[in-house]
């Protein structure tokens, strides 16, 4: 059946931390550019969990067997548990082993072995490599983290992978051996790996479902299967003696008692997933100096991903050892040895496949800009290692691969905050002042339009006041604006109009007046002239009109006088012969000039007649 990829990614949970990036011990988790949401590449994945364990929102998880686990319990066959010596770390809730054992077997499970035995079997078939030494140093083949690592990422070190298999596969063929070749094997364990390596082997060496701790605790749950109403059940045989150590830093060395000790001992044994990479690189670059074997492992035994409880590293050490003294309580060395003798022959021999995940170096140019980039020089390299690489050459050359980007450098990311927290001030500073700028002006408009509104209800009163028609056209020669005196004189109609739109605004002039009137508005509009006292005949009514341009050729104004207006009337005779006195005075000067005094009599008797109609006016007026 296809399997999916080991570790997934949701990215609907995803928060963007990035924690998984910085944890991934061979950037296996790329972030690009254009989404804040990482990326796992599947194919350079090694399967230590580390991505798993720390992402807070569980947006990326492992592959779920617990489906093939159901069909497995519903299939009626016989099945095997095979129990990772952690198992005592992980489920220290449960007052005895021996219950744990009835609890695995509830769920249909007919025998319950530990893989324990299959350490104490390596480890001597180890111990007999190392010993038979022919000048080619191993490094241990025993966690599948540590396998996939150096097929992946250090290709050139196959040769010196240990040629045996991991404690779960031989474990496998040691119970098919057992109970025959048919039978189902379901391995359970703290970390991930163990699922990819599974798929790696069949027929003996088969491993069906391989279980976490946390999923055989939720098949515990989804089952009902407690404890409290279970009997006490022992492991199946073969047992082993010191494998149950297994997850312990020396653990593998003590289970085969190899020589540990620091002045003679031929293998250094490493934990953890920095120790084991810079173990490995120092391997690679320095064996003929080193001269030792290593036994590495990724550390997941005591603290994997398929482990429900992190960190009391040492609680968990004391778990291992409290069950590992029990255990020999009733240990029978003799049994243990012949069943060791029996399985020695056994074939446990394996094979390594390259699978190079290396990417190639970028030229030094590009490092070197890309540190440029990121503010740094190669002359000054000090790292804060955030970014989860151990130099910033290191993290440069993954920017340049496209495997990471610049935002995931810490001083990157200050210093362009500091920059964009200058801008921002900068910004923040002109917008203020703009809002002033822009307050200021919002008042002096709302001034000027109250002046404006005043300077326009006072202009229209004034207008109002006059005694002679204003009108005011456009160049379309619709009113602007036109006072009641126009109105007045134009007669009833206009009236009415006034009525319904004051100061006809917007009224056609053409239909008010008469076309020789219309003729003078055109005239001044077009030729921006104005036209003074002129006299006009419409209808009855004589009209004295100056028309005079108020915006060249948009707007031009006119004054009209009604000529029957008494008032006007009046004005318009002291106007015209105060005019006849001036031509007059001046006729006079010179016949005065000629008769003397009689233009004297002249001019008294035509001022009399100017102060009698200035009489009548001010009688008028009072
Ligand atoms: S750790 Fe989890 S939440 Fe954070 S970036 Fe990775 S996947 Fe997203
Ligand atoms: S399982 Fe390990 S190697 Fe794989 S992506 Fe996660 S952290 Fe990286």
């Not at 340049?400 to 905050?417: D, F, I, P």
Request: with cysteine.
């Amino acid at each position: 059946m296809e399997q999916s990829p080991l570790i997934g990614l949701e990215k609907k949970a995803c928060t963007g931390c990035y924690a998984c990036v910085r944890a991934c011990p061979v950037k296996a988790i790329h972030v690009h550019t254009d989404s804040p949401i990482p990326e796992i590449n599947i194919n350079r994945c090694i399967g230590c969990g580390d991505c798993v364990i720390v992402c807070g929102p569980k947006a990326i998880t492992y592959r779920s067997s617990i489906n093939e686990a159901r069909a497995l319990f519903e299939s009626g066959g016989t099945i095997v548990a095979l129990v990772s010596p952690s198992i005592s770390a992980e489920f220290d809730d449960i007052s005895d082993y021996r219950k744990l054992v009835t609890m695995i077997k509830a769920l249909g499970i007919k025998y319950v072995n530990e893989v324990s035995f299959a350490v104490d079997l390596l480890a001597y078939k180890y111990l007999s490599l190392l010993n038979d030494f022919k000048g080619r140093h191993y490094i241990t083949s025993i966690d599948p983290v540590v396998v996939s690592y150096i097929e992946k990422y250090h290709t050139n070190l196959i040769n010196n992978m240990a040629p045996l298999v991991s404690p779960m596969i031989a474990m496998a063929k040691v119970v098919r051996k057992i109970y025959g070749e048919e039978i189902s094997v379901i391995y359970i364990g703290p970390e991930i790996s163990t699922k990819d390596e599974a798929l790696k082997f069949d027929n003996y060496a088969r491993v069906d479902v391989v279980l976490t701790f946390e999923e055989l605790r939720l098949l515990f749950k989804e089952f009902n299967i407690d404890e409290s109403n279970l009997e006490y059940s022992n492991v199946d045989g073969p047992l082993s003696y010191k494998g149950t150590l297994y997850p312990l830093r020396n653990g593998f060395a003590q289970t085969a008692d190899m020589d540990e000790n620091l002045l003679t001992a031929s293998m250094f044994s490493i934990e953890g997933h920095k120790e084991m990479i810079k173990a490995i690189s120092e391997f690679e670059n320095n064996i003929t100096t080193i001269q030792r074997h290593l036994c590495i492992s990724f550390g997941n035994g005591l603290d994997g991903p398929g482990m429900t409880k992190r960190g009391n590293r040492l609680f968990k050490e004391h778990q291992v050892i409290k069950y590992a003294n029990k255990r020999l309580q009733n240990f029978f060395r003799v049994e243990w040895y012949d069943n060791l003798q029996s399985y020695m022959e056994m074939d446990l021999s394996r094979t390594f496949t390259a699978d190079d995940q290396r990417l190639p170096d970028p030229s030094p140019e590009r490092i070197r800009e890309i540190l440029a980039e990121l503010g740094k020089s190669e002359n000054d390299l000090t790292g804060c290692l955030e970014c989860g690489y151990d130099s910033c050459i290191e993290f440069a050359k993954d920017v340049a691969n496209g495997l990471t980007k610049h935002e995931m450098c810490l001083s990157y990311v200050l210093k362009s905050n500091a920059q964009q927290g200058d801008s921002l001030r900068d910004m923040n500073e002109k917008l203020a002042q703009a809002r002033k700028a822009l307050k200021e002006s919002e008042e002096k408009t709302v001034l000027e339009k109250e002046s404006a509104l005043q300077a326009s209800e006072l202009s229209n009163a004034m207008l109002e006041k006059l005694r002679s028609g204003v009108v005011i056209v456009d160049n379309l020669l619709k009113v602007v604006k036109a006072n009641s005196t126009f109105t007045a004189i134009l007669g009833e109609e206009a009236e009415m109009i006034n009525e319904v739109i004051p100061g006809l605004a917007g009224a056609d002039l053409n239909r008010l007046i008469p076309s020789n009137f219309i003729n003078l508005f055109s005239y001044v509009l077009t030729d921006n002239e104005s036209i003074e006292n002129r006299d006009i005949q419409i209808g009855d009514n004589l009209l004295n009109v100056s028309i005079f341009p108020i915006v060249k050729g948009k707007v031009a104004g006119g004054i009209i006088r009604d000529m029957r207006a008494p008032e006007v009337q009046r004005a318009e005779v002291i106007n015209r012969i105060t005019e006849v006195i001036d031509r007059n005075l001046e006729m006079v000067q010179k016949i005065g000039f000629l008769l003397g005094e009689g233009a004297t009599d002249i001019e008294h008797m035509l001022n009399s007649i100017i102060e009698f109609y200035k009489g009548e006016n001010k009688k008028k007026k009072s």
